[in-house]
DNA sequence: GTCTATACCGGGATAGAC
DNA sequence: GTCTATCCCGGTATAGAC
């Protein structure tokens, strides 16, 4: 995603590709239309042939991500999962920083762009419910399996989700400040590890 | 803060109250110098009689918070606190959330400037890092002490503070969904507690 | 489809009367 | 200090030639 002499093929692609870039250098929210463009070497108004607005693009960068991440992230995941085990605890932990890694640009954009998106007061806490009901639906099977768990499972996934997700925007996009994508794993699944054993 | 018939005295507090409460409804980034001054009963050219713009009203209201909050905020704090003590750590989730609960406005407001204020990719992280200082202070004693920690201490405490701060605004901006203080507060504990001895 | 030029507008900020 | 009226700019979006 550096800095290509030629030009792309397509317009469209190389507007995603700017758009990528800049989100992640200037963040969503601060890029305009016209940073883009200028990226991407193309004029303003073959913005507008493309794409409606700025977060029309960004829809269809999102679609963009998961049709290529596949089920692994939007497709139906099993809730008979194990939180409690390491090994399946830490794949979970490692699958989402990995998507995140893998999808900064998206990930960054939709980040900023929900914080504006809602005006209405709760709309915050139901995108952080919703993004996490997968992580909900897997503690709940532990608890109707008699499992104890340190408190109500859609509170519990949210408090995950919002330290996962808080901490990859802004470690990621600080290029990682110099810590392996390991460490930050085995650091985040032990922190829980233990307590979701209870 | 409700609504207010009687017009405050002073019109620098009821730009203030007002401001308080157009951010927790709308947010921060979505509140428009002109929903401000008309929330507070006042014309637009009056704003700028008292503040030189958004932001800087922003900073007087934080000023005022560690004002009143004291020294438990801003002041030195001391770093030979046991995290790995149950009723220690509880302390600490307490104070942060509440501290959230009783400033959500301007907790709101700081929370949405952060990522608008720095451009650079590495802003976020230098934020995050910077507000949980403390909490990695605790995080070194322990390590100092010959004390297993589940990873760097600057981190973990990044990890936590991403998950305090992000459920919170979250969460309290949705009146808590109704939760209450001590749900989140008791769970919160009990996730990272275990994780935290070890 | 892509370009240049420009219209348009929201919203921040100011001028000047009261 | 507060008001009304207005300016002004950044940024989105469009018009129309090529």
Redesign the pocket.
Known sequence: MGVRKERSA???AALKEAAKEQFVERGYLNT???DI?RAA??????????F???DDLLRALEQDMYRQAGESLSGQHPADHDLTDAVQLRAHVAAAWETMRDNLPVVVALHESAIVGGSEPAYAWQNLADGTRVLREHLEFLRDRGHHLPGDPELIAAAMGAMLSGLGYALLRAGGAGRSDEEVIDGLTALLLAGLQG
């Open positions: 397509s317009t469209l305009k239309i016209t463009t070497s193309r004029a303003t108004g073959s913005f507008y042939e493309h409606g607005s700025k």
